[in-house]
């Protein structure tokens, strides 16, 4: 059952702190997505890789945030220092080869409440 | 630049019933266009697609044409039943057609 895995599914943290998302895309998939949803903008691209290397993080802010893909089998999103205004469902996804990133399978979420 | 507007939820529909949530893009060109479902708890799925005009998208009963002329793609289907509750997200592939724009998303709620 191939799945595009994000843990943890919940985090509430502390201002301030540092919040670490994980994502497992789909094996042989090259190319992953990071979307955070929220009630007021609905859901905003903040990056995305393709063979590891960073294609386009525009839209994330670079002072607190960072994506990182070590492998082929792992994706982070990092928040330091996270804020209040950070709370959000943030969803990775990962398309199959050859579809672009317009066809992808997203994982379950990670549900960030920063108070 | 590019964007998707979708009509404010939520609708609340009884089982049977005919449902249309409406969507309108505008963007450069002719982008591809996409349904998204969002059920309760989980990530999105891909719902149906249309590559180019007067194309027409389907799959579990919902479907949508590509119209240009109107630029719309308006979300169908003849009888929605309880297990199409979820939130429907219309999106259109950015100019790069590497990745999407997603509408505000659309809350469906249909009760037996």
């Known amino acids: 059952d191939a799945r595009v895995t994000q843990t943890p599914r919940h985090k509430v943290t502390e201002m301030g702190q540092e919040v670490t998302m994980r994502c497992q895309p789909i094996?042989?998939?090259?190319?992953v997505f990071w979307y955070r949803q929220t009630m007021m903008q609905g859901l905003e691209l903040l990056a995305y890789f393709r063979n590891r290397a960073p294609l386009d993080d525009s839209g994330m802010p670079k002072d607190r945030f960072s994506a990182e893909m070590p492998d082929a089998t792992l994706a982070t999103l990092k928040i330091q220092p996270s804020e209040p205004r950070d709370s959000a469902v943030y969803f990775c996804a990962s398309p199959p080869f050859g579809t672009g990133g317009t066809e992808a399978f997203f994982g379950q979420g990670t549900r960030l409440t920063v108070v | 630049g590019d964007s998707v507007t979708q009509m404010e939820g939520p609708v609340t529909l009884s089982e049977e019933a005919f449902l249309t949530i409406n969507c309108t893009y505008t963007a450069t060109g002719y982008p591809s266009l996409f349904w998204y479902v969002q059920y309760p708890g989980e990530g999105l799925q891909l719902l149906l697609k249309?590559?180019?005009?007067?194309d027409k998208g389907s799959n579990k009963g919902f479907e949508a044409t590509y119209r240009k002329e109107t630029t719309s793609f308006h979300l169908e289907k003849g009888s929605v039943q309880v297990s199409d509750s979820a939130v429907y997200f219309c999106a259109l592939a950015n100019q790069a057609g590497t990745a999407l724009i997603f509408g505000k998303g659309t809350t469906l709620s249909v009760s037996s």
């Open positions: 249309a590559t180019k005009a007067d």
């Open positions: 094996l042989g998939h090259n190319t």
